[in-house]
């Protein structure tokens, strides 16, 4: 009877740090009864970590005992299980983009899916759904660019476009100009404006 638990932990520890698991991928090992029971056991004792419901991962075991895996990887997993599209907030896409110097204190997402928190050891994770134009541009620079710009507003967006057009690759610049058609309009503006200065 053993057998489950030691193949759910031997799934869990062979996935990259992050790595998700549901125990849906057991169904054919047992009753879903005795999936959760094995899961929950595992939960218990400290082998997995339950990140939200119906979704586990394994703690990273180093010399100084064991942690939560990072919160960027956990989210990137669960993104490619679930086909959502997945993306920094743009507090945080302002702070790579040198727009900011605040660190945002929440670990906050956007996401294509449904508004949900995630749990990692005492840590909590937002994953929060956002139109569709905010993740047109997914991961890459020019999409940071735009959440960027949404988390600052109208007020900034001139000064933080005119430093955007300055350190964005051109083919970035390009890309977030081309995308205009899909902005709220005052960022379309204010993106023509910027481009219009050459």
Known sequence: MNTLPANILGR?????????LSPKEFLHQGSRAAIDQAFSRL??????????RGTYAAP?????????PAP????????????EIVVPHGASSANTLGLTQQVPIREVY????????????RGEILLKHAPRWMLA??????????????????????????????????????????????LP??????????????
């Open 72 to 83: 960027e990887k956990v989210v990137s997993s669960l993104a490619r299980q679930t086909g």
């Open 43 to 52: 939960t218990r004792e400290g082998k997995l970590l339950r990140v939200a």
């Open 12 to 20: 869990a520890r062979a996935l990259p740090e992050g790595g998700v």
């Open 185 to 198: 309009s005052w960022m379309a503006q204010a993106i023509g404006k910027e481009a219009a200065h050459g």
């Open 60 to 68: 990273i075991s180093s010399r100084f005992g064991s942690r939560a």
């Open 110 to 121: 956007l996401t294509s899916g449904r508004t949900r928190k995630l749990t990692l050891g």
């Open 137 to 182: 541009l997914g991961t890459r620079p020019a999409g940071a660019a735009v959440r960027a710009l949404a988390w600052i507003g109208p007020a900034q967006a001139d000064e933080s476009l005119a430093s955007l057009h300055r350190t964005l690759p051109h083919s970035e610049w390009q890309a977030l100009a081309s995308a205009r058609a899909t």
